[in-house]
């Protein structure tokens, strides 16, 4: 059964810095990794998605890397800004079950000005 | 078309009153699925649909809930009887058909369920 974790919880960081956050999973056989943003009370809005077969996605200022051979996705934010502030999403697309999503719990991101 | 819609976005019921949902998916994707997301975890799958048919249903499908997908367009999702533990945010998504996996979800902005 795939899970995934997302590390850290919470992150609150001042405008300006740039940041990484982490994602991983435990079965490697994934088709695909989305990452999601999350505003409160909000539906998901996709910020990036990589295939298996890819290593990297940019869009803009947000950057998402894949290493799925070790189960493990990141990413990374760059002079992040008060609008970033959001819960940030990573979900999986497994081999064994090709169209469904497995989601972490997510990860709180708070940009003081 | 402007992506997935959801309706109601919010929706207060007493417990034991059954409620319905709505989800329009963007008009291309024969693929939806159903998403419910409790505070503070990630959105958990509920069911999914290829067209009209109704390939496979989460554990987390009790018998109170009953998903449709008419003609293979909108669908609805029904929860009767409802339980306080019922109250979470629905998430409704599309993806197409072809190209198998290769495409991503686009999630609708969900329906907020509050049983009180």
């Known amino acids: 059964k795939q899970e995934v974790t997302q590390i850290p919880a919470a992150l609150s960081v001042p405008e300006g810095e740039n940041l990484v956050l982490n994602c991983s999973f435990t079965?490697?056989?994934?088709?695909?990794l989305q990452w999601f943003r999350q505003d409160p009370g909000k539906g998901l809005t996709s910020l990036l998605l990589i295939q298996s077969s890819q290593r990297e996605q940019t869009s803009g200022r947000l950057n998402a890397s894949l290493d799925k051979s070790s189960g493990r996705s990141t990413l990374y934010i760059a002079a992040s800004q008060p609008g970033d502030s959001a819960t940030y999403l990573c979900?999986?697309?497994?081999?064994?079950?090709?169209?469904?999503?497995?989601f972490g719990k997510g990860t709180l991101l708070t940009v003081n000005p | 078309d402007t992506g997935v819609s959801q309706n109601p976005r919010h929706k207060i019921t007493k417990r034991g009153q059954n409620v319905t949902f709505r989800c329009d998916p963007i008009s291309e994707h024969n693929r939806l699925y159903w998403y419910r997301q409790t505070l503070g975890q990630g959105p958990e799958f509920l069911t999914y649909f290829q067209n009209e048919a109704q390939l496979e249903k989460s554990r987390l499908l009790s018998d109170r809930f009953s998903a449709e997908r008419p003609k293979g367009s909108f669908s609805t999702l029904e929860i009767q009887r409802t339980e306080q533990g019922d109250s979470a945010m629905y998430l409704c998504?599309?993806?197409?058909?072809?190209?198998?996996?290769?495409?991503?979800?686009?999630f609708g902005s969900g329906t907020r369920l509050t049983v009180v």
């Open positions: 998504a599309s993806s197409p058909g072809t190209g198998g996996p290769l495409y991503g979800y686009t």
């Open positions: 979900a999986v697309r497994s081999g064994g079950s090709n169209y469904k999503l497995t």
């Open positions: 079965d490697s056989a994934i088709y695909n």
